[in-house]
T-cell receptor, first 111, second 112 residues
């Protein structure tokens, strides 16, 4: 079945630094979504990408969908303590209604 | 708006007991789903529904039953709980097709 892998599993970042988390699918995706889950909370939708090579920005967050629609990345600039949490990517396929989540990248920020 | 409401928030069961996790949404969403979250494994789809009367299996359906008699409600039943079902369960809904999933606050289940 479809697998979605995320690396790294953990990311320790100094406040003010940049980092990137990567998402790779074993199959071609029709769309990819990103979610953020704060400690003790529930996943909250950040963004959806659907086009090959698409790049979207939300303030300090930049999301990219690969040309082959099998990978994606999330880049955060000037990390803040409010960025603490786990970031999940989730891939959708053209056929079916299933959204497959990656294992997540847990981000810890050192002030 | 209440969004997606899950009950109970916490539950402790003994092996072999049965229970139902409740999920209700007030956004008139066609699609509803149940995920379980275990450390390091992300969210895994248990069952989903694309409308009243229609359900289908996800990645990890064994040990769980669902039904969808109304658009608003999508309960998850554990018929005979096992320790392997200790997890945090999330219900999520969205409008038809693809798009943003709205999650409930989660139900933490411990099976002893």
């Amino acid at each position: 079945g479809q697998q979605v892998m995320q690396i790294p599993q953990y990311q320790h970042v100094q406040e003010g630094e940049d980092f990137t988390t990567y998402c790779n699918s074993s199959t071609t995706l029709s769309n990819i979504q990103w979610y953020k889950q704060r400690p003790g909370g529930h996943p909250v939708f950040l963004i959806q990408l659907v086009k090959s090579g698409e790049v979207k920005k939300q303030k300090r967050l930049t999301f990219q969908f690969g040309e082959a629609k099998k990978n994606s990345s999330l880049h955060i600039t000037a990390t803040q303590t409010t960025d603490v949490g786990t970031y999940f990517c989730a891939g959708g396929r053209a056929a079916g209604n299933k959204l497959t989540f990656g294992g997540g990248t847990r981000v810890l920020v050192k002030p | 708006n209440a969004g997606v409401t899950q009950t109970p928030k916490f539950q402790v069961l003994k092996t072999g007991q049965s229970m139902t996790l409740q999920c209700a949404q007030d956004m008139n969403h066609e699609y509803m789903s149940w995920y379980r979250q275990d450390p390091g494994m992300g969210l895994r789809l248990i069952h989903y529904s694309v409308g009243a009367g229609i359900t289908d299996q996800g990645e990890v359906p064994n040990g769980y039953n669902v039904s969808r008699s109304t658009t608003e409600d999508f309960p998850l039943r554990l018929l005979s709980a096992a320790p392997s079902q200790t997890s945090v369960y999330f219900c999520a809904s969205r409008t038809g097709g693809t798009g943003e999933l709205f999650f409930g606050e989660g139900s933490r289940l411990t099976v002893l």
